[in-house]
């Protein structure tokens, strides 16, 4: 299951993924803002199999100068959420799924041969 690479920085705040990212980091962006993120689930926790764990690996540009010439680098952060399966987040992980996915499933169920039914009431 591939996931869509782009999140803004609004939906990162609304689902705690910057939750463990300092605010120097992200201060200067706005919710709108568009970063790139590489998103992966993890099988850690095979003994709770109501929950499951998901990687958000992103890069954030941030002024590093502290003065008056800004000095802009980019620094690398990995979140890793634990969610439940019949979860609010859970039902967001499923609004990420790329769009190229849907449509891949949708040429498989058109190759499978329609078997005619017939309902015969009594």
């Known amino acids: 299951m591939s996931y869509t690479n782009c999140l803004t920085i609004g939906q990162m705040k609304e689902w705690d993924i910057l939750d463990e990212v300092p605010y120097k980091y992200f201060k200067k962006n706005d919710d709108d803002d568009d970063i790139e993120v590489n ?4 099988d850690d926790d095979d003994d709770r199999p109501t929950f499951c764990n998901v990687v958000f690996e992103f890069e954030l ?3 590093c100068s502290e003065g008056t010439l800004p000095l802009y680098t980019t620094k690398k952060f990995k979140s890793k959420i634990t969610y439940n399966t ?3 987040f859970a039902y967001f992980m499923t609004t990420l799924q790329d769009e190229d996915d849907e449509e891949d499933d949708d040429e498989d169920e058109d190759d499978e041969e329609l078997i005619p039914f017939c309902w015969i009431g009594l």
């Open 39 to 42: 998103i992966y689930h993890t």
């Open 61 to 63: 540009e941030y002024d």
């Open 86 to 88: 019949s979860s609010p």
